[in-house]
């Protein structure tokens, strides 16, 4: 069974197809970085205009890379939400369009559930397993407990924990997307123990039972740590510091709620191999990598994220999703319409 995916719903453009035994045929991103640079961030406007540019030219070279032609497709996803409306309407136009040619199923799928199903693409991790979604839009605890079935647990109450990275980049004065270059100048941290004295960030959240997150303390902690230092040009030593001493916290608070959620899984679930996923482009942070698989080995719970590649937006997640989802004989109309907001757990 070979299924095309399609991602557009922010600033990826990105096909690939994916086969029922878990291979990646074929997986091309297209990253919009150039286009939004000058902005800062992504602008909605900007990206669904790059989309249309793009996606039939790489949905074309995924197909070559895979060396199919369409009537070898058993079937085509796209994501359909949540996301900005603009990218995702070309998205699922495009897929639809191919859908119908080839009179073969068309899948709606959910961006959260394609970054949801990943660990079972990569690694065929069984459900049910503790998901750790962090990405640029969202910072969710959940259950994934089958295809479609999910729990939520927690979430943040207000910026995402990839917005928060980004932001306190922007403020330390790093291009975008500052997570990526907020992680390679803390590595410049001569001395960490020094850097963690001369910048105490807040935790919020932190010992908390309800397992929800909160950013935007640490992100005016950020704001109130670059005024205090010398006018002027910033000096790299104290960018270098300052990252640290955020991507510790940002690690220690993530760690924090991680290790409430994995008690609450123990309670509530007996898997044979209890696991925590994280993925999401923010799974990509080395340091917060580290302070999970710490965790997790305290508390005899198997930690997996996906390949870096994996982890940020692409479509052979897309692509998963909708396999899993038509091999349970889940499949949508051709008049499915966009959902900008999407929850994982319609109930929560
Ligand atoms: O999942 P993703 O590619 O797109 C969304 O669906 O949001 O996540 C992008 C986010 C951005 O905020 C980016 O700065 C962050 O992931 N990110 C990182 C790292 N790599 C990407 N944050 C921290 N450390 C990284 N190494
Ligand atoms: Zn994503």
Redesign the pocket.
Known sequence: MNILGIET??D?TAAAIVNEKGEILSSLVLSQLEEHKAFGGVVPEIAARAHIDHLHKLIKAAMDDADLHFDELDGVAATSGPGLIGGVMIGMVAGKAIAASQNIPFIAVN?LEG?ALTPRLTDKIEFPYLLLL?????TQLLVAEGVGQYKLWGTTLDD????C??KS?KLMGLPY????E??KIARECKDPAKALTRFPLPTPMKGRKELDFSFSGLKTAVRLSVEKLPEGDLNRKDVADLAYAF?STMAEIIADRAARAIEKFKEAYTPKEPTLVVS???A???A?RAKLEELCAKHDMRAYAPPIEL???NAAMIAWAGLERLQKGLSDNLDFKARPRWPLDETA
């Open positions: 719903s922010c990826e961006h970054h962090v990405s640029g839009g969202h995402a924990a990839g917005e990275f980004d980049a997307p500052g997570g990526p907020l992680q991507q999401g482009g923010v990509a942070n080395e917060i982890c940020g937006d």
